[in-house]
Structure formats: C-alpha cells, structure tokens
C-alpha cells in the first residue's frame, strides 16, 4: 500500500520561506517521478513542481527562481524548498508520485497561508 505522508505547512509573512516534506512508503521516489500541485477553492490542482526518477526538475512558471524540488533518497522524501513567499501562493498543496506514467498516488496535502 502506498502512503504519501506531506508536512511542514503553516503560515507565513510575505517574504518568508517554508519547507514541504513529503514521505513515502510502499514506492520509492528514487525509481518513480514525484511532483508538487498546489489547489485552491474552486480551482483545479496545478503543477508547481516536479522531479524525474533521474533527478531532473521543471518548474511552473510561478515557482521558477523562488522554489527548489529535491530529493532525499535513503529517506525516501521529497521536498519542496519556498522561498520569496506571496500572497498568492496560499493553497493546498500536495504531494504526488508517478507510476506507469501518470500521477497514481496522492498526499492528504498541507495548506500553506501566505499573509500580506
């Protein structure tokens, strides 16, 4: 059974910084890609970051310059470093991992409240 265990959400002041952690168990993020969506009411889940089994990254347009997706092998953890936090990156966000191509696994997410 696969588990996708998401912390360190909370709130932030504008600027701040925060750090998601996102845990595993059941599928290994180091032979499966892994991405970060974020979701807010009445929209759809967007892409914000995301992270292939051999280590390459791509980013939303959004997050370019101010997050960092990265990998934790023997913890089996992946993360999502923000900084330069704003308003508008307030969601919830989560965490997900790949399988035969597409997202098969999903977070409970963590919400993440930016104040201005």
């Known amino acids: 059974q696969v588990q996708l265990v998401e912390s360190g959400g909370g709130l932030v002041q504008a600027g701040g910084s925060l750090r998601l952690s996102c845990a595993a168990s059941g599928i290994l993020f180091s032979k499966n890609g892994a991405a970060w969506y974020r979701q807010t009411p009445g929209n759809e889940r967007e892409l914000v970051a995301a992270i292939s089994r051999g280590g390459s990254t791509d980013y939303a347009d959004t997050a370019k310059d101010r997050f960092t997706i990265s990998r934790d092998n023997a913890k089996n953890t992946v993360y999502l470093q923000m900084n330069s936090l704003k308003p508008e990156d307030t969601a919830v966000y989560y965490c997900?991992?790949?399988?035969?191509?597409?997202?098969?696994?999903w977070g409970q997410g963590t919400q993440v409240t930016v104040s201005s």
């Open positions: 997900a991992a790949r399988k035969v191509g597409t997202y098969a696994y």
